[in-house]
Every structure is written in C-alpha cells, then in structure tokens.
C-alpha cells in the first residue's frame, strides 16, 4: 500500500511522505471534489434554465409574429374598409340623383334618345363618335 501513494514525477524524484504533504493532497483532492461538484451544480442549473426559459422564448417568438401579421391583416382591413365606404357615399350619391325625377329625363335623353311629347332628336355624327367610345369604355370596364 506504501507503493501506491510514493508517485514518481521523474525517474530521479520521490514524493515526500509527511504530514505537510498528505495534508496539502488532502486538500488539493477536497478543491477539486468542490471544484467538480460546483460544475456540476452550474450545469444542472444552466440546464435546467434553459429547459425553462427556452420554451417561453419560443412562445415569445410565436406570439410576436403572430402579431406583426394581425398588424398587416388590419391595415390591410382599414384599407378595405376605406374604400368600401367610399364606394359607399358614391352609391348613396347616385342614388338620390336617381330619386329627381329631372335628372332621370336628362339620363334617359342623353343616354337612350327619349324624347318629350312634340320633341324632334337629331343625331349628330359627333353624338355617334362619343357614344361608341362609351361604349368600348363600358366593355373595356366589363371585361376587367
């Protein structure tokens, strides 16, 4: 057993055995027990962190994509919603035109050639030039 605690450092030198030198091994084997456990323990703690805060980060994540989508469907949303009421006043607009019955006899004229009693139409080959382009317009419309 005495063989096993002399170490060799090199060929020519021994490892004192007295009470300084037993005491300082002892102690250095204490430190490095410690030293080991203390990383174990940071480890087990930085594991452990992780396994905790790792899911709440992806979540985070998740949540704040989620919301810079909802952002861009809500503006895109207002955007509609804009333009929807816009539409909107145009069609009441036109709608109370259509409710003057002098308005509805000057579209029926212009657009359809109607006449009053005793009233004589003539048309022009100016009239049949913007009426054709109307036209083309209209279908042009009506195929987009």
């Given at each position: 057993m005495k063989e096993k605690t002399k170490k060799k450092t090199a060929d020519n030198v021994t490892v004192m055995q007295n009470d300084f030198t037993k005491a300082q091994h002892s102690q250095k084997r204490i430190f490095q027990r410690a030293k080991?456990?203390?990383?174990?323990?940071?480890?087990?703690?930085?594991?452990f962190g992780?396994?905790?805060?790792?899911?709440?980060?992806?979540?985070?994540?998740?949540?704040?994509?989620?919301i810079r989508n909802l952002?861009?469907?809500i503006a895109l949303a207002q955007?509609?919603?804009?333009?929807?009421?816009?539409?909107?006043?145009?069609l009441t607009y036109e709608v109370k035109l259509l409710q003057d019955d002098e308005y509805i006899a000057k579209l029926?004229?212009?657009?359809?050639?109607?006449?009053?009693?005793?009233?004589?139409i003539f048309s022009l080959p100016e009239d049949n030039?913007?009426?054709?382009?109307?036209?083309?317009?209209?279908?042009?419309?009506?195929?987009?």
């Open positions: 080991k456990a203390h990383m174990r323990r940071l480890s087990l703690i930085f594991f992780a396994a905790l805060i790792g899911p709440c980060l992806w979540k985070t994540v998740g949540n704040w994509l989620e952002d861009a469907a955007t509609e919603k804009k333009q929807a009421e816009d539409e909107n006043t145009q029926a004229r212009g657009k359809y050639y109607l006449s009053k009693d005793g009233e004589i030039q913007t009426k054709m382009a109307e036209k083309q317009e209209n279908a042009a419309d009506s195929d987009s």
